[in-house]
């Protein structure tokens, strides 16, 4: 397991203490996907690079998106051509540098009688989108007639379909793609902590000059120096902003979007549908291993950016979009299984709607030189990133004379990934599958363990191996759990359910079924008291009900 990077909470006193002795070229604050994109470009041009995420990574939007690298068709109704031809073009630099957690997902664009999208106008909007993001090859937009549709989609509206646009898309796992590219970024030496909160900038000749923050998890507080800091902190950016008495001008607007995940035998939908919603918008049903997931709403949020819930509203709204659209289908409240709700950190516009604010990210410099970024698109991380790391670049040339690399980070392979091509991935899916199959492993288990983890499956299975007991699954998860205390840095058992893993959303009776052996695994790793257990468990049942009891009762 030489090449997994020791990347743990274990002794995590020592390592923050040496870790602040340092000064650092850059203190990125936020570990979602844009501080983790942040952070791998800038170590690999030669910055030493401290990250600080003040709770987990991926905890806040990062973990709660649609989970797909698209390229934002609907971006072409608002003429941001400039959107669609960047993250457009990004899907297949980011599929190719994870080819097993950027997965290829065909999409179907229903045309409907008196829906969103015409015959005529839709067959030009794909052509310009497949012009804008340079698809080439069978990826490239295709028209079908009703029948051609139907037979795709069986669940589609007979009645009232016209045909569809059938285009191509990714899907994967945000958190994943998170955690992946921080793993990625240590191979650069870049220092990166969770559960460490920014509470107060140094300033050095009224320049930002470094952080204070918190150890949210010992209660210790620490300084340190860096010559830039950049503010990655997605929703929060404006609570730093305001920490740096800079937050004028542009501001953040919220806005809420809740996903719905359904048994697969309750939505058997064949593959990814993009369909049409009776008040104008559109929203996706997207087909994962055991369920389908469907999403997203779009409302104005002004609550609690550390507890976003699924209101029992969201609910009704998301259920009775996929009864209109689907005749067959006759969804209820008491099927749901799981849920998500995020946030958006969009850039307010006077006078615009949650649905039509733009998705473009902006970067904002204080005075004191606070860099802080945001907006954008999961599908974007990169250039965002790119973006900003230039505006560093600049300044260390400008302020300190020294000349950095420029970014290569669409040729830097993520973690896990050791596969020229997406073929290559699933003659490994069934390797592994062949492999599992005496211990009476299904064809998921190998789908999930290479699409989550990709070849760092060998190690899994290496201490699966090493794992005693006669029950192969709970042997597996354990696992899992081992490696994503030593390498993934999780600090709780719901680090692990929700974000390393997604099997809260995916597969969340797995939650319940083997929440004693991996509380067990990090009660050994981290020697947690007995009332610290207990703290973990009724939290992580509060999780279990909140995410999947829909009862009317609920609000």
Not at 33 to 44: E, F, M, Q, V
Not at 54 to 64: C, E, I, L
Not at 523 to 545: C, G, I, R
Request: net charge neutral; glycine share 6%.
């Amino acid at each position: 397991m030489s090449e997994n990077i020791a990347f743990s909470n274990v002794d995590r006193k020592n390592k923050l203490q040496k870790t602040v002795k340092d000064r650092y070229d850059l203190v990125i604050i936020g570990g979602g996907i844009t501080g983790a994109g942040i952070a791998l470009d800038a170590s690999s041009r030669g910055m030493k690079v401290l990250l600080l995420e003040k709770g987990d990574f991926a905890s806040g939007t990062s973990s709660k998106s649609t989970k797909l690298i698209h390229g934002g068709l609907r971006y072409l109704k608002q003429f941001d051509f400039w959107l669609v031809k960047e993250v457009g073009s990004e899907r297949a630099i980011v599929h190719k540098l994870a080819p097993h957690l950027v997965l290829p997902e065909k999409m179907l664009l229903p045309l409907i009688e008196g829906g969103s999208y015409g015959k005529w106008l839709t067959s030009i909007g794909l052509k310009v989108y497949d012009i804008l993001a340079q698809v080439s090859g069978d990826d490239k937009r295709q028209m079908l007639e009703k029948k051609e549709a139907m037979k795709l989609e069986p669940l589609l509206p007979k009645k009232i379909l016209n045909g569809a646009g059938y285009y191509a898309e990714y899907r994967t796992d945000d958190a994943r793609l998170t955690m992946e590219n921080l793993k990625t970024s240590l191979k650069f030496g870049t220092e990166i902590f969770n559960y460490t909160k920014v509470t107060d900038f140094i300033y050095e000749d009224e320049k930002v000059a470094g952080v204070k923050f918190t150890d949210e998890v010992l209660g210790d507080e620490y300084s340190v120096l860096s010559k830039y800091v950049i503010n990655a902190a997605g929703p929060w950016v404006d609570e730093l902003r305001s920490v740096n008495q800079s937050k004028k001008g542009k501001r953040l607007h919220l806005t809420k979007g809740v996903h719905l995940v359904f048994p697969k035998e309750k939505l058997p939908v064949k593959q990814s549908v993009y369909f049409d919603i009776p008040d104008g918008r559109m929203m996706f049903a997207i087909p994962r291993g055991k369920v389908t997931y469907i999403g997203t709403t779009d409302t104005n949020y002004n609550s609690d950016k550390d507890h976003v819930t699924t209101e029992l509203a969201d609910a009704i709204y998301l259920i009775s979009a996929v009864n209109n659209m689907f005749p067959d289908i006759e969804l209820e409240l008491d099927d749901i299984v799981s849920s998500w709700a995020g946030l958006r950190p969009l850039i307010h516009e006077e006078g615009k709607s949650a649905s039509e604010l733009s998705r473009k990210d902006e970067i904002f410099t204080s005075d004191t030189g606070l860099v802080s970024i945001a907006g954008g698109k999961l599908t974007g991380y990169r250039k965002m990133a790119e973006r900003v790391v230039n505006r560093i670049v600049k300044k260390m040339e400008e302020d300190h004379d020294v000349k950095l690399e420029h970014c290569t980070t669409d040729k830097i392979p993520l973690s896990g990934n050791d596969f020229k091509k997406f073929k290559h991935v699933k003659k490994y899916i069934a390797q592994i599958q062949e492999q599992l199959q005496a211990d009476g492993f299904a064809k998921y288990d190998a789908w999930y363990l290479v699409t989550t983890y990709g070849k760092q499956t060998e190690s899994i299975l290496e201490l699966y191996a090493k794992i005693k007991g006669d029950k192969p699954k709970e042997r597996m998860i354990r696992a899992e759990a081992q490696f994503a205390i030593s390498h993934e840095m999780a600090l709780n058992p719901l680090d692990f359910f929700i974000r390393r893993t997604g099997r809260l959303y995916f597969d969340i009776d797995s939650v319940r079924k083997y929440k004693a052996a991996v509380f067990e695994e990090f009660q050994n790793a981290y020697n947690y008291s007995t009332e610290e257990m207990e703290a973990f468990s009724t939290e992580s049942d509060d999780q279990l009900k909140e995410h999947s009891d829909f009862s009317l009762e609920r609000d």
